[in-house]
């Protein structure tokens, strides 16, 4: 392994910290998702690159479980976009009065 | 120390995360995305896990990406090209990604972590496969029900109800 440890773990700091910054501040429904995606990589990143060092397959193994609940998240989320979308004509997540409870 | 194509790749993954929330138009944006995605597949393959690089470019670079295509282009044109975002909150924004990135840095870099460095072998990807299906079987049919239903769940929620009425 010509790489450390700490350099992968450093890159998926910087990814974390993108997506907190996207969630922050975009008030575009789609927007919000594109961050929360990048933020479930940082995480699976972390997984994979630990797992690597250990060594131990459970680490890849949860990072598969993880893109595979991932994807099944982004279906559901996209969906309801649509449905909130058709709604109010719009994605801007201030313009979605009614869903406060 | 970080060889060069770790170099480009990090600054790939980064530069296109960052391009990904900040460019004007959603398409963009979510081809951008697809570079940020990629970039992680391409960690993958260096943290020698070439299973998780296939899974990840098929699943997220080959269908989520699409997804979000697909549903850019269902939005109107308009909406498309705006950005939709507080000013006020940008600076707290970016406070809050600095706050992140230097304070889990610094608690990174003092731990013990930054020795870590490893001679072994990596793990056969045969192992994982055996994996799913000696130890991790109950989880995988549990996670095969989770995409059944919640593709079904998409479906149902995406359906049109008003366009049966409109035809009678």
Known sequence: MSNELIEFVLVSIALLGIGIYGLAV??????????????????????????RFMPHSGGQ??????????AAEVAVGLALIIVAYRMYKNVDIADFRSLKG | MADALFLAISVLTIGSAIAALEMRSLVYGSIALMGT???VAGFYV????????MFQLAVYVGSIAVLIL??????????????????KRKFAGIGL????????????????VKTITTDSDPVDFREIGGDFLTYYWPALILMALILAG??????????????IENEQ
């Open chain 2, 70 to 87: 697909f549903t850019v282009m269902l939005v109107k044109r308009e909406l498309i090209f705006k950005k939709i975002e507080d000013p």
């Open chain 2, 150 to 163: 919640s593709v079904m769940g998409a479906l149902v929620l995406a359906r049109r109800e008003d366009t």
């Open chain 1, 61 to 70: 193994t949860l990072a598969l479980f993880s893109i595979a609940i991932a």
């Open chain 2, 97 to 112: 990604m600095l706050i992140t990135i230097l304070a889990l840095g610094a608690i990174i870099l003092d731990s013990g």
């Open chain 1, 26 to 51: 975009k008030r575009n429904a789609i927007r919000m998702l594109f961050a929360v995606e990048i933020i479930v990589n940082a995480a699976n990143l972390n997984l994979v690159a630990f797992a």
């Open chain 2, 46 to 53: 260096m943290l020698d896990s070439p299973f998780v690089a």
């Open chain 2, 37 to 39: 995605l990629g970039g």
